[in-house]
């Protein structure tokens, strides 16, 4: 495509997507800048209390409530297990493949992106982060797969067509990013800074007067392709061997006259594309990227579908006007009650006529005594004050009604926030917290989906970025690491001892991915932890054969030699097995077990002298020979 073409594609494109989804963004946008503390009261009528000089108080609760969803998801991170598909798959190297994706989370510190994400699908309803590639080092040619946060998602615009949740089936995808103007003419200095429209950050245009905004622009490019079933015949026996799958066809003067295709087809197919644009030109590429999915991973809230098009929302939506009312409430609350004058006297003006400078100033100051003088005219009256101010009921009803509606609306009671409620029993303190549990779990769920799609793509780079046979690290689940040659021969020891050649091989096979939620490893050991402890109060006499797992699971500095010491007091039945504890030594025998075989030992050499005497005398007397003197028994025999 001609980059003029090219460019004018990006155009079109841009505008489909951004029109697509502008009410969205503009929804959550609004949402955030809630959150934030933003637009709680209507412009107008804030505008006319401070004029009046009546307050206008922003109590924010949805932070707290935010909060608290988004540190459950942290303490329940979801976790993964890559599980083989077809026949070239292996268990093995699945392992491998599983150790391998949680060394690129730790390399990249991949729970960043993760909670960055989560935030704002919780906050406003879409997050997202992005995977990536780059070289291990400057002088190196291998790559390593990288995950990157998103901080801003309303910077992706995807293809409206799109059908999947996780956008795997866009046409397209577009991330925008704004640059400052003298950067950007570092970077492409003969680029043009002519502004593009479209955006959503501040203003409509793609460029101000000290920022240029760029696009990447990701496609896929149909394409077709011709694959071809073969075999490999041996032709000196004639027996065929393994049945694979190429896009190179077969020809004798390439591959030799021993392949044989068996059949071949032609699909329609794609290839993903990537280029960096402007308003006016193409900065960068287009490149081929080597996977088949587009590598924005979206982690979306809870999703609405009218029509055909979908909003997303998070818990901001649906409580902005009840955080409205309690804010109204609260303000006209503190007006009547704080703001309100004090209980005014009633006096006759003979009272104060002399003092009338002191009465005037006794609503600011603090007077020990207020001297009056008698009315001629009323001598028996006397100064009183009129009954105090009393808490209006009404408003004090509207602000329970709207603190309640806040807990409704985000679906989080006052026993999911820790707080004491009407519940009495323990199990109805955990049926309230389960329904906070339950009207949120989507999020959790979602950031599942997103990271069960995220492995997805990674397992389609792996098998194009770690092609070459080298030395990976990989992490377990409990964070102890290993180095494992791949792509290459190994020896290891066989079920029978002996040393077996072996390949962990991640270009070939197909893998698929289990996700789960639940507690991290670490919430995990602690809740075994107390477990254990749980059942020893429980079961005394099992606690000796189970403090080293006790020990193994406790977070303390020096667990794990606590934890071998422990295990040196298990019985041997225990320890036989356990390959980091030296096998346990043999008992001794008993005395009078050795005496007897020792006896057993003594009448067994005897007798063997006794038959070799008797066949030397036997072949001395076929030769004619006289037998020799007898000899004295041995001393095992005379024993």
């Not at 991170?77 to 949680?102: C, F, N, Q, W």
């Amino acid at each position: 495509m001609k980059k003029d073409d090219l460019i004018k594609e990006i155009k079109d494109r841009f505008r489909e997507a951004y029109d697509a989804v502008d009410d969205d963004y503009t929804e959550v946008l609004d949402d955030l800048r809630f959150l934030k503390g933003e637009n709680h009261w209507p412009a107008d009528l804030k505008a006319q209390r401070d004029a009046d000089g009546r307050p206008c108080l922003v109590i924010n609760k949805l932070p707290v409530f935010a909060d608290q969803i988004i540190g459950d998801v942290r303490q329940n991170e979801p976790s993964y297990k890559i599980k083989p598909v077809d026949s070239k798959a292996d268990p093995e190297t699945a392992e491998i493949l599983t150790g391998l994706m949680r060394n690129i989370e730790a390399q990249n510190e991949a729970e960043i992106a993760y909670d960055t994400a989560v935030e704002a699908a919780i906050q406003s309803g879409i997050g997202a982060w992005r995977v990536g590639t780059e070289y291990s080092d400057d002088d190196q040619f291998e790559q390593d797969i990288t995950i990157t946060r998103i901080k801003n998602p309303l910077t992706i615009y995807w293809d409206p067509s799109s059908q999947k949740w996780d956008r795997s089936d866009s046409r397209y995808c577009f991330v925008t990013e704004k640059i400052p103007k003298k950067e950007f003419e570092r970077q492409y200095p003969d680029a043009s800074t002519s502004p593009f429209d479209g955006g959503k950050d501040n203003d409509f245009y793609w460029g101000d007067e000290k920022t240029v905004r760029i696009v990447e622009y990701w496609k896929k490019e149909p394409i077709k392709k011709t694959l071809y079933l073969v075999q490999k015949i041996d032709l000196m026996t004639g027996q065929p061997s393994e049945i694979y799958v190429t896009e190179m066809k077969p020809e004798p003067d390439r591959l030799g006259p021993e392949w044989r295709i068996l059949k071949e087809k032609v699909v329609n197919t794609y290839e993903i594309k990537w280029c960096k644009a402007n308003q006016a030109e193409v900065l960068e590429g287009p490149e081929d990227w080597p996977g088949k999915y587009i590598p924005i991973i979206m982690c979306y809230g809870k999703e609405l579908n009218i029509e055909g098009h979908s909003f997303y929302r998070g818990i901001v939506r649906n409580s902005k006007d009840p955080q409205r009312l309690y804010n109204y409430s609260r303000s006209t609350g503190a007006e009547v009650i704080s703001l309100a004058p004090k209980s005014p006297y009633l006096v006759t003006a003979k009272m104060v006529g002399n003092y009338q400078s002191i009465w005037d100033s006794a609503h600011k100051r603090s007077y020990p005594y207020l001297p009056w003088e008698p009315d001629p005219q009323n001598p028996q009256l006397r100064p009183f004050r009129e009954a105090p101010i009393v808490a209006n009921t009404g408003i004090q009803q509207e602000i329970i009604i709207a603190d309640q509606e806040l807990h409704d609306t985000t679906g989080l009671q006052l026993a999911s926030l820790g707080k004491k409620s009407n519940e009495k029993s323990g199990r109805a303190i955990i049926a309230r917290q389960r329904e906070g549990d339950v009207a949120n779990f989507p999020f959790y769920d979602n950031l599942a989906r997103a990271i069960k799609y995220q492995v997805k793509v990674i397992l389609d780079l792996i098998p194009k970025i770690y092609d070459t046979p080298r030395i990976i690290r990989i992490l377990n689940r409990d964070g102890t690491e290993k180095l494992v040659p791949v792509n290459q021969s190994v020896m290891q020891p066989s079920p029978s001892g002996e040393a077996m050649s072996k390949i962990f091989d991640l270009t070939v096979g197909k893998y698929d991915v289990v996700v789960s939620v639940g507690p991290s490893y670490n919430t995990q050991r602690e809740e075994t932890a107390e477990n254990i402890i749980s059942f020893i109060q429980a079961v005394p006499q099992a606690g000796p054969l189970v403090l080293d797992i006790l020990a193994k699971n406790l977070d303390w500095p020096g667990a794990d030699e606590i934890e071998k010491r422990l295990k040196l007091l298990l019985p041997p039945q225990l320890q036989q097995g356990d390959p980091n504890q030296p096998p346990p030594r043999p008992q001794p025998p008993d005395p009078m077990q050795i005496l007897t075989m020792k006896k057993l030992e003594a009448e067994a050499q005897g007798a063997a002298l006794d038959n070799e005497e008797r066949y030397e005398k036997l072949q001395r007397l076929k030769r004619g020979e006289p037998p020799e003197p007898k000899e004295p028994k041995s001393a095992a025999k005379e024993g």
